[in-house]
């Protein structure tokens, strides 16, 4: 018996809504876009990339539905941009389109892994990619198809957290599995603080009420909001991603 599972938490929707028991399991994956730069630090690592797609490819041929949200830290980010004297609104729409870049990369290593896979942006970009519709993302998922959201919620001022946690409750996910760069939630950055310690499960109120630095508030408010579970675990741990979809004690699991 497995220690864990968000379907334990949340039940799934069917088309007009309603609570049903017996379909897959849906799950919303945001991914750090710095993770995918590698040690390079800027664009994208192919091994690495690799990797990751073949870990998602594994977990959706294992069952479970997944829509991936993936930053584009590892291009620009917007905030810093505004932090430097620029202008906040562009810097956002840069780094839309850098998270369209990353779409549009995964999407491909997604392909070659083996898995069917589809690609939706926030933002018109027709050459490139369907523009994201509740409807046309969960048609595509319930056909067994990985899918890509591109472009955060299409508007600045929001990051790539909240459009992730906006997302997941628009297609019902049973939780957020956010994919970070280090193995869960810590009392501090544990690459700076050699006593922090990591935390094992917490509740949404528990990691507002410690203001710890998991998603940005407005993204833990949203999940609060809407009930849905967060599982924290390291992209850097080869199968991990589909140690958490099997319910095993990976991570941080932090619950409504």
Excluded at 40 to 51: I, L, N, S, V
Excluded at 182 to 209: F, I, M, Q, W
């Amino acid at each position: 018996m497995t220690a864990w599972h968000p379907s334990c938490i949340r039940a799934l929707l069917d088309q007009k809504g309603r609570r049903v028991a017996d379909s897959s399991p849906r799950y919303l994956l945001k991914l750090s876009g710095e993770a995918l730069a590698g040690p390079q630090g800027f664009g994208h690592d192919a091994a690495f990339m690799k990797r990751v797609a073949s870990d998602i490819t594994e977990a959706s041929k294992s069952g479970a539905q997944l829509a991936i949200v993936v930053g584009g830290g590892n291009i620009i980010r917007g905030a810093r941009m505004a932090a430097d004297g620029g202008d906040r609104v562009a810097g956002d729409h840069m780094g839309m389109l850098g998270t369209l870049i990353n779409g549009i990369a995964m999407r491909e290593a997604i392909r070659e892994a083996g898995a069917a896979c589809s690609l939706f942006c926030g933002f018109p970009a027709p050459t490139m990619c369907e523009t994201f519709s509740q409807r046309a993302v969960m048609a595509s998922l319930d056909a067994g198809e990985v899918v890509l959201l591109a472009g955060g919620t299409g508007s600045p001022f929001f990051t790539t957290d909240t459009g992730a946690t906006l997302r997941a409750a628009e297609i019902g996910a049973d939780a957020i599995l956010k994919a970070t760069q280090v193995d869960g939630v810590y009392s501090a950055d544990p690459k700076k603080d050699a006593n922090a310690t990591r935390y094992s499960n917490l509740t949404l109120d528990e990691a507002l009420s410690k203001g710890l630095a998991i998603m940005d508030m407005a993204a833990l408010a949203l999940a609060r909001d809407n009930a849905l579970p967060i599982v924290v675990f390291s992209i850097h741990q080869p199968g991990a991603l589909g140690a958490v979809v099997a319910g095993e004690d990976v991570g941080t699991r932090i619950t409504p």
